[in-house]
């Protein structure tokens, strides 16, 4: 029963398999461009994030309806900071919010689906 409870949650999962660009604001207010992506797996998300500085893979990938979650892990020589991803389906539009780990500040974008 509960196996099938799992099974129906994830053919309700919103689609985003495949690639999505944003326009982010930067701390100086000028748009930065990020790209996403995507694979998923019954309730498991997966992929990578790329902006001027690289491509990273994501983390910790959750897909619950039209809902999605994930943290991207970012490396500066020894240090490294962590991303939160709350993500909220529509189509081909994904909103997002983004917080940094230790800070509350959030960011709110919406990706675009590219393919």
Same mark, same amino acid.
């Not at 498991?44 to 790329?50: D, E, I, P, Q, R």
């Not at 994501?58 to 993500?87: A, C, L, P, R, W």
């Given at each position: ?59 910790? @990938? %959750?897909?619950? +309806?039209? *809902? &999605?979650? !994930? $943290? ?5 020589? #020894? ?7 709350? @993500? %909220?389906?529509? +189509?081909? *539009? &994904?909103? !997002? $919010? ?5 800070? #509350? ?11």
């Amino acid at each position: 029963m509960l196996l099938a409870v799992f099974a129906a949650a994830a053919l309700l999962a919103a689609d985003v398999n495949g690639k999505w660009v944003a326009q982010v604001p930067g701390r100086d207010g000028q748009p930065m461009e990020i790209t996403f992506n995507f694979k998923v797996d019954g309730a498991k998300l997966t992929g990578s994030v790329t902006t001027h500085r690289g491509e990273t893979a994501i983390s910790e @990938g %959750k897909i619950n +309806g039209d *809902e &999605i979650s !994930f $943290t991207q892990v970012i490396q500066f020589g #020894d240090h490294q900071m962590k991303q939160f991803y709350k @993500g %909220k389906v529509a +189509g081909n *539009e &994904i909103r !997002f $919010t983004r917080k940094r780990e230790g800070s #509350d500040q959030v960011r709110e974008f919406t990706a675009k689906r590219v393919s």
